[in-house]
């Protein structure tokens, strides 16, 4: 969206606004075993199982040296639980395993802005216009620090659920769940270069003639 606004004869004034809106990237959710649960013995990557309900996961009391109980499995999994009805994907696939690339980020709005200033005069022949810039790029983050904000989960994998081991039988897992109870709580925030969840301004100068 641009306006000019062009008066006293030698002068114009543009105003543009430029705004970008787009689905956050996918990502997965994992457990963090790496690779421990099929053998693979490698990176972390083994699609999680979204449980239903307590009975579905068999979480582990957390124990430190000493043998002492720091966190028990039924916290572990009020927790655990929080966050799945956190999360708009999770809470919509309990009972089945998370998909890769299953869930989305949250939606990114970015609201750029430029100011052109023209000073303009003819003579031999030809306009020569003088023309000051400034771009503000991420306008919305500099009306307000929660707005404009480019979220991103590093290797658009997330280890939810820590592996353990095995019990007895070999086949059943061990699991601990030391996370958060929000999913926003597991989001980084872009912060560098001019895709930075910050604004920046930049100023400008040109010479033109035709």
Same mark, same amino acid.
């Given at each position: 969206?641009?306006?000019? +606004? &062009? ?9 543009? !606004? ?6 956050? /990237? ?16 490698? /990176? ?7 449980? /239903?309900? +307590?009975?579905? #996961?068999?979480?582990?009391?957390? *124990?430190?040296?000493?043998? *002492? ?10 927790? !655990?639980? +929080? ?17 890769? =690339?299953? +869930? ?6 970015? *609201?750029?802005?430029? #100011? ?12 020569? $216009?003088?023309?000051?810039? !400034? ?6 983050? !500099? ?9 991103? *989960? $590093? ?13 007895? =039988? ?10 958060? $109870?929000?999913? &926003?709580? #597991? ?20 010479? #033109?003639?035709?």
């Amino acid at each position: 969206l641009s306006y000019k +606004a &062009e008066y006293a004869g030698n002068f114009a004034t543009t105003v543009s !606004l430029y705004y970008s809106g787009v689905s956050g /990237n996918r990502y997965s959710f994992v457990y963090n075993d790496r690779g421990n649960l099929n053998g693979e013995g490698e /990176n972390a990557g083994n699609l999680i199982w979204i449980p /239903n309900d +307590a009975s579905e #996961i068999n979480l582990v009391d957390i *124990v430190d040296d000493d043998g *002492v109980v720091t966190k028990t499995a039924a916290e572990q999994w009020s927790d !655990l639980n +929080a966050f799945i009805n956190s999360s708009d994907y999770l809470s919509e696939n309990r009972g089945s395993y998370a998909e890769r =690339n299953g +869930a989305r980020l949250p939606f990114e709005s970015i *609201v750029d802005l430029k #100011i052109a200033q023209d000073f303009y005069m003819n003579f031999g022949g030809k306009k020569h $216009t003088l023309q000051l810039t !400034l771009d503000i790029f991420n306008f919305t983050n !500099l009306l307000n620090k929660d707005w404009g904000v480019r979220r991103f *989960v $590093t290797y658009d994998a997330y280890t939810l659920i820590d592996f353990e081991g095995y019990e007895e =039988n070999g086949t059943t897992p061990r699991l601990t769940y030391t996370g958060p $109870t929000d999913v &926003e709580d #597991i989001y980084n925030v872009s912060d560098s270069g001019i895709y930075s969840s910050r604004w920046m301004a930049q100023f400008g100068i040109r010479y #033109i003639f035709n």
